[in-house]
């Protein structure tokens, strides 16, 4: 299956307090929230999702995780979404 992404051009609202809530555990409050500040404020930058894979050093997520699942369907009902990685 060789379908188009149609991506976000910016992350939706609620991308923030996720992004605060993974800073906090690894940063102070005050820098974790000047941090998600800067982020909101910043340009978007478009990488292919196997170089920010490749970059995290995570292991992919299997088909079967309910969040991938969502967001193939996403991709087949030709939504737009958004991959968000800090």
């Given at each position: 299956?060789?379908?188009?992404?149609?991506?976000?051009?910016?992350?939706?609202?609620?991308?923030?307090?996720?992004?605060?809530?993974?800073?906090?555990l690894?940063?102070?409050e005050?820098?974790?929230?000047?941090?998600?500040?800067?982020?909101?404020?910043?340009?978007?930058?478009?990488?292919?999702?196997?170089?920010?894979?490749?970059?995290?050093?995570?292991?992919?997520?299997?088909?079967?995780?309910?969040?991938?699942?969502?967001?193939?369907?996403k991709?087949?009902?030709?939504?737009?979404?958004?991959?968000?990685?800090?």
């Amino acid at each position: 299956m060789n379908q188009e992404i149609k991506w976000l051009s910016k992350p939706e609202p609620h991308d923030y307090p996720a992004a605060l809530s993974y800073l906090l555990l690894i940063y102070s409050e005050d820098a974790a929230k000047k941090f998600v500040s800067r982020l909101k404020k910043a340009a978007s930058i478009k990488f292919k999702a196997k170089d920010i894979f490749r970059a995290s050093s995570l292991s992919l997520l299997g088909v079967s995780n309910s969040h991938v699942e969502t967001d193939r369907n996403k991709i087949r009902r030709k939504k737009r979404s958004l991959l968000f990685f800090l």
